[in-house]
């Protein structure tokens, strides 16, 4: 399938290995739901079979470059702030941290219980000091404005007789402006976790163990989102 997809040309041309490797992503990430949900016992034929993909524009931010950015959302989006941080001291995927509940918080082990991931399984995510402060400071802002809403990342919709939290469903366009004020260009939310990734492996930390943090199904994805200066 593979090289069957390399061959054909999109109407944006030929079709890149990046393109063939997010289709059999989807392929895995079925394969993984049958064996944790269903209990197949089948292999997944696609782990480690990746293509390789030539070097993007990935970067990773200093931290500097991170407090710079973190000052300019929070002048502007509070919840942005924490968003951010949030992402780069977990590595979470965008979605897991949109789609977080109070539910899924659990302070006593300093955990974070993902339901719902790429990879269709579950897993957890530790809590350092810091993205523990932002959740704890995300429940004042909860307590203050919106104490029914289920989400840890809302907006306030104001109805006739109430304030609502409604989920946040997209952050792409305010970090890119939060990037634009901080004078940083090329910032995306996966710069977030490449920065996340690059921290850890410049701390000597285990590709592995990188690779059980961001959620990855093979330690080559991980690798291409580490940036280590060592």
């Given at each position: 399938y593979q090289q069957y997809r390399l061959k054909q040309v999109s109407p944006?041309?030929?079709?890149k290995p990046a393109t063939v490797n997010r289709e059999t992503a989807l392929l895995s990430g079925a394969?993984?739901?049958?064996?944790?949900?269903?209990?197949?016992?089948?292999?997944?034929?696609?782990?480690?079979?990746?293509?390789a993909e030539p070097e993007g524009r990935?970067?990773?931010l200093s931290f500097a470059q991170l407090t710079t950015l973190i000052r300019a959302a929070r002048s502007k989006y509070l919840y942005l702030a924490?968003?951010?941080?949030?992402?780069?001291?977990?590595?979470?995927?965008?979605?897991?941290?949109?789609g977080l509940e109070w539910r899924n918080v659990d302070f006593d082990n300093n955990l974070i219980l993902l339901e719902k991931t790429k990879n269709g399984t579950r897993r957890s995510v530790h809590l350092?000091?810091?993205?523990?402060?932002?959740?704890?400071?995300r429940m004042g802002v909860r307590a203050e404005?919106?104490?029914?809403?289920?989400?840890?990342?809302?907006?306030?919709?104001?109805?006739?007789?109430?304030?609502?939290?409604?989920?946040i469903t997209d952050v792409k366009r305010s970090i890119k402006t939060a990037a634009e004020r901080a004078g940083l260009d090329g910032v995306t939310f996966h710069?977030?976790?490449?920065?996340?990734?690059?921290w850890l492996a410049q701390q000597g930390v285990a590709?592995?163990?990188?690779r059980d943090v961001l959620g990855h199904a093979s330690v080559k994805m991980t690798d291409r989102y580490m940036h280590s200066e060592r």
């Open positions: 944006k041309g030929p079709v394969i993984s739901y049958a064996r944790t949900e269903l209990d197949w016992g089948i292999p997944n034929p696609v782990i480690g079979r990746a293509l990935d970067r990773h924490d968003f951010i941080e949030l992402a780069v001291q977990t590595g979470c995927r965008k979605q897991e941290l949109l350092n000091s810091v993205s523990r402060a932002v959740l704890i400071r404005v919106c104490p029914d809403t289920p989400w840890v990342f809302f907006h306030i919709r104001r109805t006739r007789n109430r304030e609502i939290g409604d989920q710069t977030l976790r490449h920065t996340c990734a690059s590709s592995l163990t990188i």
